[in-house]
C-alpha cells in the first residue's frame, strides 16, 4: 500500500495543486485521529498546536481528501457532517441514538464479514465499507 502522503502528493499534482504546509499538517492531525472528526475540531486543534491553517483551509484540503479517497463523510445525526480515516484503516460501524444522539462504536467482526459476504454474494470485490444502525438506545425509551 502507498504512503499515505504520497496518495495525497499524487491527487493533488494531478489537479495542478501543490502539497503545502498546511495541508500536510492537516494530514497529520487526521492520521492520528482513530475516530470520527468533524471540521471545526480539527480548525479548533489546528489552532492549539499553533499551525496557521485558516477555516477555508481546512475546508478545502477536507475536500480534497476526500476525492483522493483518503476520508469519507460520515452522517451520525442530522446537524453535524463527520469524517472518518478510511484510508488504511478498518471501518468504522455505529449504533446511533436517534432520541439522544448517543453513539456506540460497533467493533464485532460480524459486521466486517457480513459486508464481504454480501459483496461476494453479488460478485463484488469489497473495497470498503461503513455501517450505522439508527435505533432508539434503552435509557432514552423512557424520556
Known sequence: MMPLCAVFRRHLKDQDLKYTRERADILDLIME????????????????????????????????????????????????TYYHLVYGRDPLNFLVCLRTGKRIRITDDRAQNLAKAMAEE???????????????????EDK
Open 122 to 140: 453479488h460478485g463484488w470485490h469489497p473495497a470498503a465499507h461503513r455501517m450505522v444502525i439508527y435505533g432508539i438506545s434503552p435509557d432514552s
Open 33 to 80: 485521529i482513530d475516530d470520527v472528526f468533524e471540521a471545526d475540531s480539527l480548525l479548533d486543534e489546528m489552532k492549539k498546536r499553533g499551525h496557521g491553517a485558516s477555516k477555508a483551509t481546512v475546508y478545502r484540503t477536507l475536500k480534497l481528501l476526500q476525492d483522493a479517497g483518503i476520508i469519507t463523510p460520515i452522517m451520525l445525526d442530522s446537524r453535524q
